[in-house]
């Protein structure tokens, strides 16, 4: 096939009911929207434009946009970064779509799958432990990671043939404040410079959203992506909340507790920093330097971490011991209270200049080890050590100007909380409005940004998320692709109009009613989604007892992983799966072990959540109703992810049922409506819908 000058007859050839699509598929079936998807992409190549698609299950836009991208990179030798947003579409596109269309086409590209730093194991690191002795609780743990660091070829975690504890893994993990670069002595060996070396080259890169924005925010040393000019965002609704995470500035304590512990360990000594350069400069240095590693240095760290311990308790104290939920927004307001000015602010201030305090001591023994005149062995020992002095003491410097920028109640429009999360208190500054950043340092340093998703608008208008990315203007092509699945004839969408209002006190033991009596009409194969975990956890609980002894198994999310979770689901084929947020979307299952969907309530966003209160803050000074402009696109996309899980294929069928008659009987419920593929809807009273439905399933 001549690729030299790849025209509509070429992607003609391609998709025909007689081209190589076709003949090398054994179930092809020509989709002309798939097709013209591909030719807007290749066309916004060509004119250096950015575009947005709405692509419906079914449509293949991974084949569509892959198509252009490997012909494009074929011809010009620029390379394109393909970013997704989930690990499974990481994997099908590395392992199964990018290989089929490389042979098919005739192609010879280079194509990575870019990690981040993180994801890679140090080999001084790991050097470094094995002349310590063996400091891992688990020692075959330890020695396995060893043997397989000197005979992989690869060296990232996702490699390992074994499990590894996290708390294992961060002392081994690559990392690049703790990075000499070329300064390393086994930078030629380095996994992860190797790797980043092959994308120098490579025609397409793959990479998650993650990587995608931490890679912007990177200077020179820590990028991980080659300069490039053309990008494809699949599951691009993801974008805008994975860049504001990215950028966002974290303040945790147990997180500072683990990066100090790299200095000094009370509890492990062997590992401390100063007690390995006070035995490595025992000979050379002077009574003074050896009373600051022995007992200076690990005092004042101590003192830093009482003071540490001490405000983040008052500050649990303030936030949570009054029943608020665990998350606090931090407004000017709060920031300006009495107890603010008069208890936590000086306390903070304290503890800002124990960390200044700490980090110049830090400085300042390197400083002076640095000018020893050491033999090169002990030259090389010590510039480990220093490293790590060096990168604890950046680390407290970050953290000063994080806590210096929370606690100013100067106008910004940064957004601060308060998290209760699994390991403790966390402080957090985020940006509000993500649309210039990503204008700015994203969409304007393209030629070409291809954004795509199944859910990109409301009523098949992509104004939202061209707000909320900042890419509306710069992206002429806008297109709706709907899915061509038959979803009047094979899906049914219904709704119980006798069912109590989802705050009512008795909507919980009636639902579980409902979905007791609407999975055993199915026979099972049901996905339950919920939009948290509380109700999750109180529904399943009384589903167990009217399920049991049904033969239909109830899995319920957080039993075991997420993955686990799904095969034994599909693997009983008459199961019923509680799932919340993360069973949304991203999960496949055809065929008929879901064939019945049940979506709770309606996915509106939490009221309470500090960025959306921020915004309707905003949205409300601009003469905008936050609800209408904010609260209800987000849920619309959202509930499409939700009724997207019952058809993944074309001979998929079955009911989504709706439990919250708001989508049936408010004005909004409309706008849920007419965002979904065409279906028959009923909306009536339980007796009479469980007559529909076992009519359906006959």
């Not at 879901?594 to 009221?607: A, G, M, W």
Request: hydrophobic share 40%.
């Amino acid at each position: 096939m001549e690729l030299a000058d790849p025209t509509q007859a070429i992607f003609t050839e391609l998709f025909s009911d007689e081209g190589l699509l076709a003949k090398a598929l054994s179930v092809y079936e020509h989709r002309l929207d798939q097709q013209k998807m591909t030719e807007k992409i290749w066309s916004a190549f060509e004119k250096e434009e950015n575009a947005l698609f709405e692509a419906g299950t079914g449509i293949g836009k991974s084949l569509a946009y892959l198509i252009p991208a490997l012909l494009w990179s074929s011809q010009t030798k620029e390379t394109v970064v393909i970013s997704t947003y989930t690990i499974s579409l990481q994997q099908q596109l590395i392992e199964k779509d990018i290989p089929f269309l490389l042979d098919l086409l005739g192609l010879d590209l280079s194509v990575v799958l870019a990690k981040g730093m993180g994801n890679y194991v140090c080999i001084r690191k790991l050097d470094e432990l094995s002349h310590r002795g063996n400091l891992m609780e688990e020692g075959k743990t330890y020695d396995a990671l060893l043997s397989w660091a000197h005979g992989t070829g690869d060296g990232s975690k996702s490699a390992l043939p074994f499990s590894v504890a996290p708390d294992i893994w961060r002392e081994v993990k690559a990392e690049s404040d703790s990075c000499s670069h070329m300064k390393c002595p086994h930078y030629n060996r380095c996994f992860f410079f190797k790797a980043r070396s092959l994308r120098q080259d490579a025609h397409v890169i793959v990479v998650n959203h993650h990587l995608l924005m931490a890679d912007l925010l990177a200077d020179e040393n820590q990028s991980v992506l080659p300069p490039f000019s053309r990008l494809i965002v699949d599951e691009a609704h993801h974008l805008e909340p994975v860049a504001r995470s990215c950028s966002a500035q974290t303040v945790d304590r147990v997180a500072l507790f683990r990066s100090m512990a790299r200095v000094h360990s009370d509890t492990h000594p062997e590992v401390s920093r100063f007690v390995f350069l006070s035995s490595l400069l025992k000979e050379m240095a002077d009574e003074s330097l050896k009373q600051r590693l022995k007992m200076d240095l690990p005092g004042e760290k101590r003192d830093l971490i009482r003071q540490i311990n001490e405000v983040f308790d008052l500050l649990d104290q303030s936030a949570f011991g009054e029943g608020r939920e665990t998350k606090w927004r931090i407004t000017g307001a709060v920031l300006r209270s009495k107890f603010w000015q008069d208890d936590l602010s000086p306390a903070f201030a304290g503890v800002r200049e124990a960390m200044k305090r700490y980090a110049a001591s830090l400085d300042s023994l390197r400083a002076e080890v640095e000018d020893m005149p050491l033999a090169d062995k002990e030259k090389v020992a010590s510039e480990n050590a220093l490293l790590d002095l060096s990168s604890v003491a950046s680390e407290l410097k970050k953290t000063v100007h994080t806590l210096e920028l929370f606690f100013s109640d100067e106008e910004d429009t940064n957004v601060r909380w308060m998290e209760k999360t699994v390991t403790g208190t966390c402080l957090t500054l985020a940006k509000l409005d993500m649309a210039a950043f990503l204008e700015e340092k994203l969409f304007g340093s393209l030629k070409t940004a291809i954004l795509c998703s199944a859910t990109l608008t409301v009523e098949e208008n992509f104004a939202h998320v061209c707000n909320r990315l900042g890419v509306g203007e710069s992206a002429p092509v806008q297109e709706v692709y709907p899915s061509p699945f038959d979803f009047k004839e094979r899906t049914r969408l219904m709704g119980f109009s006798d069912l109590p209002a989802p705050n009512s006190y008795d909507f919980i033991p009636e639902i579980t009613k409902v979905i007791s009596e609407a999975v055993s009409i199915s026979g099972g194969g049901a996905f339950v989604l919920f939009t948290s975990y509380d109700m999750l956890h109180k529904c399943g609980n009384q589903l167990e007892d009217r399920l049991d002894g049904s033969g239909m198994p109830l899995f319920k999310q957080g039993d075991l992983s997420r993955h686990l979770l799904l095969e034994e689901f599909k693997r009983a084929g008459n199961g019923v799966l509680l799932g919340a947020d993360s069973f949304w979307e991203g999960v496949d299952v055809p065929g008929d072990a879901l064939r019945l969907v049940i979506i709770v309530k309606l996915p509106f966003p939490v009221p309470s959540d500090p960025l959306l209160e921020a915004r309707a803050e905003l949205l409300k000074k601009e003469g905008k109703d936050a609800f209408w402009e904010d609260s209800v696109p987000q849920a619309v996309m959202k509930f499409k992810q939700g009724f997207g899980r019952l058809m993944r294929r074309k001979d998929d069928r079955g009911c989504v049922l709706c439990l919250d008659q708001r989508l049936f009987n408010r004005q909004y419920g409309k706008i849920f409506l007419r965002s979904l593929p065409e279906c028959i809807t009923s909306f009536q009273p339980r007796e009479k819908i469980f007559e529909e439905m076992g009519r359906f399933y006959r």
